[in-house]
């Protein structure tokens, strides 16, 4: 607050300084930029993390800050700092994309899906963890082995003949049960003719 004794030009002097301050903060808020080169392969995965992940995590390389500085002023949405923890291999990162984390509490599942999560979960795996402190018997996180996008969904020119597969063998099992019933069926009729023959023998032979 301005004291009202304030004389007029120390009045305007106190009010543009304070404004050079506030428009240098601002200036200095929107300089930050994504660290990752438009060349490097993962530059895409450090802007879709910057969209759609910087409300709750911290990466410097994303130039994200959604991580709380201490814990007890941080809200519900404040996730992990992945400047320092660390996120090997890929497989856990795409987990984590899909089902919303760990916990499935906070963060949305598929928050980016198809080669979108491939991209942030790459980047992630790469560049999380460079600040994390070095802790005895601990493998550093750069050190790890970042890994490989795993394959479990069968693409649609595999679905296919899987399909195809699968119908065969149950046609073939119905042939086969279809056969089986048929040659029980004949096994019984034989019977019957075998006894019913055994049976006018027997009667033959015991009249005079």
């Given amino acids: 607050m301005i004291p009202p004794s304030m004389s007029r030009p120390a009045k305007v002097l106190l009010i543009s300084s304070a404004s ?18 438009q060349s490097d392969p993962l530059h895409q995965g450090a802007v879709l993390f910057s969209q759609r992940c910087s409300g709750c995590h911290t990466l410097s390389y994303a130039a994200t800050h959604g991580s709380a500085a201490n814990v007890r002023s941080s809200q519900f949405n404040n996730g992990p700092n992945f400047n ?75 679905a296919a003949p899987s399909t195809t597969t699968a119908a065969k063998a149950a046609a073939a099992g119905a042939a086969a049960h279809k056969a089986a019933k048929s040659k029980a069926g004949a096994a019984k009729t034989r019977a019957r003719a075998k006894a019913k023959a055994a049976k006018s023998g027997t009667t033959t032979t015991k009249k005079p």
């Fill in 20 to 37: 050079i301050v506030v428009a240098a903060l601002a200036a200095a808020c929107g300089t930050e930029k994504i660290g990752v080169s």
């Fill in 84 to 158: 320092v923890r660390c996120e090997r291999p890929l497989a856990r990162v795409l987990y984590a994309i899909e089902n919303g984390g760990f916990s499935g509490s906070i963060m949305p599942q598929n928050i980016v899906v198809g080669d979108q999560a491939a991209e942030v979960a790459k980047f992630v795996a790469t560049y999380a963890g460079r600040q994390a402190p070095q802790v005895s018997g601990l493998t550093p996180c750069t050190q790890q082995s970042i890994g490989a996008i795993p394959t479990t969904l069968p693409t649609a020119t595999t």
